[in-house]
């Protein structure tokens, strides 16, 4: 898999209870040493968008990883999809990609579970952002076909023709 | 049914379970072969009003059709609800329509009928998308007859005058 | 009632079981004959907004009409949500009033008395999208006096001082 | 209290019961008898925000207050909803205060408690509305001690330290 | 802990029961001397978003504050929602960064813990707008450590690797 040089933004959360751009970083330099990082750290979901935007200025990223944690309160619930709409807004302001990447605490039966999905999710969100900056059409070839983060893949429906 | 020369952009997710754009391109083909169709997939639905900011950069269609599948967790219904939104914005950005087919988890009593769900609402927006980018005044022939995508037509109400 | 000459924009839907744009175009024919009506007819709700953008860039309308039908499940309660966040947008881009016309499945007991609903909310919208774009001030006269499209006025609240 | 020279623009609806937009200006005539008021009557709620926007056009006030009353059924409470949302877009656009006046059906335990709702929600919103305009510094006097409009203020609270 | 010259804009409201300004304002003048701060107090938390555009059109601040309290009823979630989005809004249009603090008449379990709530997360994000407008890779430090604000951090997830 050759990859362009390019460079992805990952802004992430104090709030998190897992090092999620650890994992962002980690994965991209196994797998796509020529692609540089630069991380921004903001306090909470709310704090993802506009982080984004300011990374950008600086840094002018190819792509950026929002990463964050929702909390177990049905008010996070709220806060997520406001922090949601706000990542779609910096989308449309930057016109690049932002993947966000949000785990929600009630996702996990345990906290090792939790910590497994955070892991899983961010890995290949990662290499999602990758793809999509450095070889896009790469994406294409699993269209259609139930592809998950955080859990194993759905796969694509099979049915009688 | 003449067509003018036409560009429709296709953007899909990898988080689906069919290859929707493969319907779409399809029906394009064999009802509007002088229509050019690109495509685009994106990791999921979250992504697709981005990905057609991005396409329209590159390839200046004269509409577009995103097309995504959402799952059947609650926060899923949340999460095409901000997709949507997203849409509305890229829409608004672009002045352009983007043809929006999303199907829900829920939606199907079982995989096989799931499956033509997605086939019967993706063929027919594709021809939606032909018609509003080269005759638009066909669709008024069809106005407040109670069309449906992805299940039979509702009709028109009949009533008594 | 006297009308200065104005353009109005009617945008309707193939997915809705009324043609709600028939009784639109009536009502304004009837009662302000100079007024001159355009019709652009869009898959459903969600392509409202963005269709009086592209109708805007035509024929740049003093006033639009978004005229739709809301489904009865409660996905569709969401879907007219986002189609309404999209009509705010296009009223933002475009500085003119968009008169959403919206009927749910769920208002009728019956189909005869959905039927109605239509055509009453459509009407009398119809009329205050004429006196917004040509004598605002005949506005003023109901402020407040609980008028109601598609059933019977509230009325004002009466009460002892 | 001083009031430096000011236009206030007041946006109001046909739909509410109770004639908002006379509370507002009545208060202000007699507290700030040198502010200026201009009016604005729409249908509804969801005209409130760009009526606002095409009121600033024309008369370029210093705020706005747009003022509107919430049905009863669940569906007007999304339609609320989407009516604020197009407020703050507004704001945004403007760059100037909207001071949104929304009174619910369901708030009041008769009519008559309804209506002192409206009043007194909208008297003291137009103070507020005046004085942001005039003299912003008067708020601070205020602030955290739990001022409410429509009903008796919460006060601050009150702990042991 | 070293800041280089800065200025912090706190948006307030009169409808908070607490005079949340007053912590942030003392937080920063202890932690943050050369900090210097503005204050701007508005009457609700949805008029915090415009506020803080208001403000940075004359304080040109480095980072705003935008405090405010949501009531106990149901119908102050919405509004808290419809607030929220007026402030991703606004980081948008200003580009800036805009600590969120709000407080939810809920989350106390008598008003003298709900008073801590606010002292605790008013103080904290106070450092954290600090930190960010002036040495955000300070920040970082804490990245996925469940840092909250309000109540004890929840802490990092510990797992068996």
Redesign the interface.
């Known amino acids: 898999m050759k990859a362009k040089p390019c460079k992805i933004g990952i802004v ?11 994992f962002a970083i980690d994965e991209l330099k196994r797998k796509f040493p020529h692609i540089k990082t630069v ?5 909470g979901i ?2 993802l ?3 984004c ?2 990374l950008d ?1 600086k840094e002018h990223c190819d792509i950026y990883m929002a990463l964050g944690m929702v909390g177990g309160a049905p ?1 996070d ?6 922090a ?10 930057l ?6 990447v949000f785990v ?1 605490a009630h996702e996990g039966k345990d ?2 579970d ?2 497994s999905i ?1 892991e899983d999710r961010t890995r290949k ?1 990662a290499v ?1 952002a990758a793809l ?1 900056a450095t070889a ?1 059409q790469e ?2 070839k ?8 955080g859990r194993p893949d ?7 023709k």
């Not at 619930?77 to 406001?82: G, M, Y």
């Not at 759905?154 to 009688?160: H, S, T």
């Open positions: 992430d959360t104090m709030f998190a209870r897992v090092d999620m751009a650890a991380r921004y750290t903001v306090p709310k704090d968008a506009v982080g935007v300011l200025k008010i619930t709220q806060c997520a999809h406001e949601s709409i706000g990542v779609q807004l910096a989308k449309m302001k016109s690049k990609h932002i993947i966000e929600f906290e090792q939790l910590y955070f969100h999602n999509l896009p994406l294409e699993f269209a259609g076909m139930g592809k998950r983060q759905a796969g694509p429906i099979r049915v009688e």
